[in-house]
């Protein structure tokens, strides 16, 4: 089955500066990769997904990259902001025959001040 | 429009009881998928109905198991519950079968004493 690692598990920045977390998963056949973040005793929220037949979406401070050859995708903030910390989340499915994500360990942004 | 509801939100069972959880998706959403969330295991995916219908299973094993109702409604229950099953279980809903639009509801918090 599919299996998604995701680092780093901790990331600090400051605010204003840039934070990227990475994502690899195994199963080739995966075509469908969101990112949730999930505030301290919240409900997971998606802020962006993406298609495998695009490889790059942006919405505002947020974008993903998705490298397929290379299965990897990244999560990119900029100009982060203290509302930003959260523990974000990557997935992976193969819509249209295995309809269930599987999620990276998270990862814990801390925005400082 | 509604969230996702999940009932009850907080939940302590004694190890052997049984336990049952409900969802109601978002008006309209036909697709009900459960996940468990621990500090050790990340989002564990359990099950997925569609049109009162499972489609897909986790590796759990078969104390747990689930129903969706022709309203779309879904219950999820746990028999001889252990030590192990404290957990935070969320179920996500979406517009039709798959991954794409799930929304998370906020969860039940199951603590097994």
């Known amino acids: 089955g599919e299996n998604v690692e995701q680092h780093p598990s901790t990331l600090s920045v400051q605010e204003g500066d840039s934070a990227v977390i990475k994502c690899t998963y195994s199963?080739?056949?995966?075509?469908?990769f969101p990112w949730y973040k999930q505030e301290l005793g919240k409900r997971p929220q998606l802020i962006i997904d993406?298609?495998?037949?695009?490889g790059e979406k942006k919405d505002q401070r947020i974008a993903v990259t998705l490298n397929k050859t290379a299965k990897h995708f990244s999560l990119h903030i900029t100009e982060t902001q203290p509302e930003d910390s959260a523990v974000y989340f990557c997935?992976?499915?193969?819509?249209?025959?295995?309809?269930?994500?599987?999620f990276g360990t998270g990862t814990r942004l801390t925005i400082i001040p | 429009k509604a969230g996702v509801t999940q009932t009850p939100r907080y939940l302590i069972k004694t190890r052997g009881q049984q336990v049952t959880l409900s969802c109601s998706p978002i008006?309209?959403?036909?697709?009900v998928s459960w996940y468990q969330q621990t500090p050790g295991q990340g989002l564990q995916f359990l099950f997925e109905?569609?049109?009162?219908?499972?489609?897909n299973k986790g590796n759990f094993p078969g104390r747990f198991s689930g129903r969706q109702f022709s309203n779309s409604r879904s219950e999820m229950n746990v028999s001889t519950l252990e030590l192990g099953d404290s957990a935070l279980y969320l179920c996500?809903?979406?517009?039709?079968?798959?991954?794409?639009?799930?929304?998370f509801g906020s969860g039940t918090r199951l603590t097994v004493v």
């Open positions: 996500a809903s979406s517009p039709s079968s798959g991954t794409y639009g799930y929304t």
């Open positions: 199963d080739s056949a995966s075509n469908y």
């Open positions: 993406i298609r495998s037949n695009v």
């Open positions: 997935a992976a499915s193969y819509d249209f025959g295995n309809e269930k994500l599987t």
């Open positions: 008006s309209g959403h036909r697709s």
């Open positions: 109905y569609f049109s009162e219908t499972q489609r």
